[in-house]
Structure formats: structure tokens, C-alpha cells
């Protein structure tokens, strides 16, 4: 590989002297009610498109907010979900970061200030804390993780709250309105799904389970792929993607990336117990691990995490969801290795290697 180095990161433990852990203590989620099936939103388009989006995509369903929950009502219902998981009162945070693209509070335009983390924080009693907005489009939440993992290892905090609340489904109710076929670059809009995501990280001793390795880098030939802004009569906003030319992107960087962070952490792919990859399509997933596979020469030891089949592409809070949704099933087992890898317009690649204690893992049922 030579010694150029793409990742951001902190030192791995064998050369850090960060005397702390960053440990996952919560993880929360919120889900609208309102299921929309990948045929009920294509009976809704003005155009006659002939795509068969479910087959396309491996799409089904997805929760949408139908107006009765925004940004900040998702991203406070699973802060408070995520607390009351771990057992710690909102008080007890000293850091509330957020990490949504939308910040929708109460209808559809954008609230900058004051801050959506100051609402948060507000309304889970952290009133004291520190709290500010990261926006990295749909590696938000794992940007924020990687920032406070850097503060908690150097014992400048205690307790961060991460968290997004993600109301984007708008964007796939305007596309719907404009897309024609299936070269539409408001095809991928259609494939947004609403939800709020949560993540406490609290300081722990050196060698306990957590967060071994994050880091991030910004490929930046690449980021007029995907962009997104207000664009004639419609409410919210429209996106607008190349999504094979996103895809072609992440497929000649990832790898290149993995064997950084794994050379880092010394270990090798098949050390790796779980991947979770941003949740575009249950097609792509399945593509890009195996071209990462056989980059390697070796697979993670299980198939890559999907749930973007029953949620969708939820945006910066996708790795959330899916990860508590490996917990409820009761997939991962405490002290296993799961890489978190974001992708995200940018283009934004990140790694995480976490493990999760019998502690956090026993909150769902299956703590052995």
C-alpha cells in the first residue's frame, strides 16, 4: 500500500496514549407510523415510468411522516429512547451533538438557529451542555461519533449524545412529481425513508470494549454527484444524484480505506464479525462487499447488515437503525467486531470499529 495515509484518525490503541475509551452506552431509535410501500409510492407518480422500483432497489417499505412528526420530534423521540435504554438521565450529557441534513421544525424549512442539539438538549434536561450542529450529509451521524470518540479519549468529555433526526421523505414525494424514466437523477429520491437515531458514548477505562478505530476522509472530485436545494414551487427541497457514477466512486476508494483501518487496528477482514454500510439498496450492498471481498481476498465472517428492504435509505441515521435492529434479533454477541462504513455525498468515506459490552448488548435480551 506504501505509506500514504487518506484516514483521518486518531492513533489505535498501541500507539495512542489517549488515556480513555469512548464505550457505546445507548442506542435509540424512533420510527414514524406511517408505512409506504414501493407501490404505493410509484402509483403515485404524475409520470408513467414503467420502473419497477422494488425490484430495482430490493425496496419494499419504508416509515414516512405524513407532517405529523419533523426533524427535531424524531431526533428527541429517540434521544429519549436511547437514554432510557442506558439508564442515564438527559442531565448526565455534557455534549449533545446533531447530525441531520434536515432540520425541519414545524413544517418544511430549515431552523439554523437556534441549533437543533439546543432544542435536543433542552428537551431531554442536558441544559447545561455543550451542544452545536454537524451536518456531513448522510455520514452525519458517524462524523459526530468520530468527534466525540476524539473528545472522550482525551478525557475532554464525559457523555455525548449523537443524534439525528432525519424528515427527508419529502424529497421522494417531490421527486415523484418530476422523475420519468429510469435515468431520472431523482430516481435514488424515491428511496428515502423518515427516521430519528440516537447514540450515547460515555468515557470508559482503556481497555474496555468501544470505539477502536474512526476515521474519515472527503474524496472531493466527486462531490457534485449528489446535491440537493430548493427548486421551483416545491416545499422542502429536490435532490439530485448520479447514483451508479456515487456508486462507481465508493467501489475504487472503499477498499484502499478498509486497509488502512484495518492495518491500523491490526487485524484483517475476516476479523471482522458485522458490516454495516450505508443502506442505499439492497442490490448495491450486496455488490460493493463483494467487490470489497474480493479486494481482500477474504469476506467479513457474516453477510453484510440490510434493512434498507423495510426502512429505506434513511439518511445520516441508516447505520442507527440498522444496528439496533441486529441487537433486537439478537445477531451480535458482546466483544464481536462490527465495522460501521459510511458513504455519503461528498464524497464522504468513514470507518468505525466498534464492539459492544455485555452491558449494552443485555439491553436487548441477549446479553450471552
Not at 35 to 53: A, F, K, Q, V
Not at 203 to 221: L, N, Q, Y
Not at 292 to 302: D, I, K, L, M, Q
Request: aromatic letters at 4%; proline letters at 3%.
Amino acid at each position: 500500500m506504501g505509506t500514504t495515509r487518506w484516514l483521518v484518525m486518531e492513533p489505535p490503541d498501541g500507539q495512542s496514549c489517549a488515556p480513555f475509551r469512548a464505550r457505546l452506552a445507548g442506542l435509540g431509535r424512533h420510527l414514524p407510523a406511517t408505512h409506504l410501500s414501493t407501490s404505493e409510492l410509484m402509483s403515485r407518480t404524475r409520470h408513467h415510468t414503467h420502473i419497477d422500483l422494488e425490484r430495482l432497489t430490493g425496496i419494499r417499505d419504508r416509515r414516512v411522516s405524513v407532517g405529523d412528526e419533523d426533524s427535531y420530534s424524531l431526533a428527541t423521540a429517540a434521544a429519549f429512547d436511547c437514554l432510557d435504554r442506558a439508564g442515564r438521565p438527559g442531565a448526565s450529557v455534557d455534549v449533545v451533538i446533531s447530525c441531520s441534513i434536515t432540520k425541519f421544525h414545524g413544517g418544511l424549512t430549515q431552523w439554523l438557529e437556534p441549533t437543533m442539539s439546543r432544542f435536543v438538549a433542552n428537551a431531554i434536561g442536558a441544559r447545561t451542555g455543550l451542544t452545536f450542529d454537524l451536518s456531513n450529509a448522510c455520514a452525519g451521524m458517524l462524523t459526530g461519533v468520530t468527534v466525540a470518540n476524539n473528545w472522550i479519549r482525551q478525557g475532554s468529555a464525559e457523555r455525548a449524545l449523537v443524534v439525528s433526526g432525519e424528515y427527508i421523505s419529502q424529497l421522494g414525494h417531490n421527486a415523484a412529481r418530476h422523475v420519468r424514466n429510469i435515468l431520472s437523477r431523482e430516481l435514488a429520491s424515491l428511496t428515502l425513508g423518515d427516521a430519528g437515531a440516537a447514540l450515547l458514548l460515555e468515557r470508559a477505562p482503556a481497555e474496555s470494549d468501544g470505539i477502536k478505530v474512526a476515521g474519515f476522509t472527503t474524496v472531493a472530485d466527486y462531490s457534485r454527484l449528489c446535491v440537493g436545494y430548493p427548486k421551483g414551487h416545491d416545499p422542502g427541497a429536490r435532490m439530485f444524484t448520479d447514483a451508479r457514477g456515487i456508486h462507481r466512486a465508493a467501489l475504487s476508494n472503499t477498499p484502499l480505506l478498509l486497509h488502512e483501518v484495518l492495518d491500523a487496528a491490526g487485524i484483517s477482514m475476516h476479523d471482522i464479525d458485522h458490516v454495516i454500510t450505508h443502506q442505499t439498496s439492497a442490490r448495491a450492498i450486496r455488490k460493493g462487499m463483494a467487490e470489497v471481498s474480493a479486494s481482500f481476498g477474504e469476506s467479513p465472517r457474516h453477510d453484510a447488515v440490510i434493512t434498507v428492504d423495510r426502512y429505506g435509505n434513511t439518511a445520516s441515521t441508516t447505520h442507527t437503525v440498522a444496528l439496533i435492529e441486529e441487537l433486537e434479533s439478537g445477531h451480535i454477541r458482546p466483544g464481536e467486531t462490527i465495522a460501521l462504513i459510511a458513504l455519503a455525498s461528498g464524497l464522504e468515506i468513514g470507518v468505525l470499529l466498534v464492539t459492544l459490552d455485555e452491558e449494552l448488548v443485555a439491553q436487548y435480551g441477549h446479553g450471552n
